[in-house]
């Protein structure tokens, strides 16, 4: 049986806690895109959790009849991380294979890079116990699934990219 949901990477840019680190990298600070950060930032992600299973996962789920997978996105990561989030843009997808009830499914996630603009983990549902951020580097350690560190790394990309063209954008 074939089964589709939808989710993303929900993330945050802040200051550099150590120049150890080495994420997103602006050398040049850009005309207030995102005032008050030192001219190096950091993406941080918001995980979600079960504390019992020791999982760690990006946020996602199944749509509900008539969303888009973009509608099935944003409510997911809404829901389930607390936070309100904007579509940044599509990121790409995973597949996996499960059986449940001695059914199979092959099920698709379609990602999405979304940005926090609001609300507050602590006003995730209940379908995770955690609701976490973490630098770029932990949450790769932490995730659970390999084909989601596999998502974090081309959101990171596509941030990177994303931050470029607005920083060019803005010194026009």
């Given at each position: 049986m074939r089964a589709?949901?939808?989710?993303?990477?929900?993330?945050?840019?802040?200051?550099?806690?150590?120049?150890?680190?080495?994420?997103?990298?602006?050398?040049?600070?850009?005309n207030?895109?995102?005032?008050?950060?030192?001219?190096?930032?950091?993406m941080?992600?918001v995980?979600?959790?079960?504390?019992?299973a020791?999982?760690w996962?990006?946020?996602?789920?199944?749509?509900?009849?008539?969303?888009?997978?973009?509608?099935?996105?944003?409510?997911?990561?809404?829901?389930?991380?607390?936070?309100?989030?904007?579509?940044?843009?599509?990121i790409?997808?995973?597949?996996?294979?499960?059986?449940?009830?001695?059914?199979?499914?092959?099920?698709?996630v379609?990602?999405?890079?979304?940005?926090?603009?609001?609300?507050?983990?602590?006003?995730?549902d209940?379908?995770?116990?955690?609701?976490?951020?973490?630098?770029?580097?932990?949450?790769?350690?932490?995730?659970t699934?390999?084909?989601e560190v596999?998502?974090?790394?081309q959101?990171?990309e596509?941030l990177?990219?994303?931050?470029?063209?607005?920083?060019?954008?803005?010194?026009?």
């Open positions: 589709y949901s939808a989710g993303g990477v929900v993330f945050r840019l802040a200051p550099m806690r150590s120049p150890d680190i080495n994420f997103l990298q602006q050398p040049h600070r850009s207030d895109i995102h005032e008050g950060f030192d001219e190096m930032a950091a941080e992600v995980l979600v959790g079960r504390s019992r020791g999982i996962a990006l946020p996602k789920g199944t749509p509900q009849p008539g969303e888009t997978v973009e509608q099935v996105a944003l409510r997911e990561a809404q829901e389930e991380t607390g936070l309100q989030v904007e579509l940044i843009a599509y790409g997808s995973t597949s996996y294979s499960f059986v449940r009830e001695q059914v199979r499914y092959h099920k698709q379609r990602h999405f890079l979304l940005e926090a603009v609001g609300g507050d983990t602590a006003l995730h209940q379908e995770y116990d955690l609701v976490e951020w973490f630098s770029l580097h932990e949450a790769s350690r932490r995730l699934y390999q084909n596999n998502i974090l790394y959101a990171e596509m990177q990219r994303w931050l470029q063209y607005r920083q060019q954008e803005g010194q026009k």
